[in-house]
Nanobody
Framework: QVQVVESGGGLVQPGGSLRLSCAAS????????MGWYRQGPGKERELVAN???????NYADPVKGRFTISRDNAKNTVYLQMNSLKPEDTAVYFC????????????????WGQGTQVTVSS
């Protein structure tokens, strides 16, 4: 059993900043990937950014240069620093974790946070 807890969402004006946090806990042996997805009004869920074990990161084109993903492996925590926010960034942001459970050796498991609302509006 793994818990994924998000925080940091809220209302911000265009051009402002927010910092999202996501902490995973429970039966974690190793974390492979941590990242963020989002789902805007009337849209499908899409990848925002992720961080892969070994230090590689990926960003969706619309957020490249504005968002920064970082990871604290000791705390099983991932952050998303969002700068220069735009109205089109308005969405529910979901934390994604891909990991090995304790006592398992042959496959990874995926877990999702419940989502945190980010609203960018003047």
């Amino acid at each position: 059993q793994v818990q994924v807890v998000e925080s940091g969402g809220g209302l911000v004006q265009p051009g402002g900043s927010l910092r999202l946090s996501c902490a995973a806990s429970g039966r974690i042996r190793n974390i492979n990937v941590m990242g963020w997805y989002r789902q805007g009004p009337g849209k499908e869920r899409e990848l925002v950014a992720n961080s892969i074990s070994g230090g590689m990161t990926n960003y969706a084109d619309p957020v490249k240069g504005r968002f920064t993903i970082s990871r604290d492996n000791a705390k099983n925590t991932v952050y998303l620093q969002m700068n220069s926010l735009k109205p089109e960034d308005t969405a529910v942001y979901f934390c994604y974790v891909n990991l090995y459970l304790t006592g398992t050796y042959y496959r990874t498991y995926e877990f999702w946070g419940q989502g945190t609302q980010v609203t960018v509006s003047s």
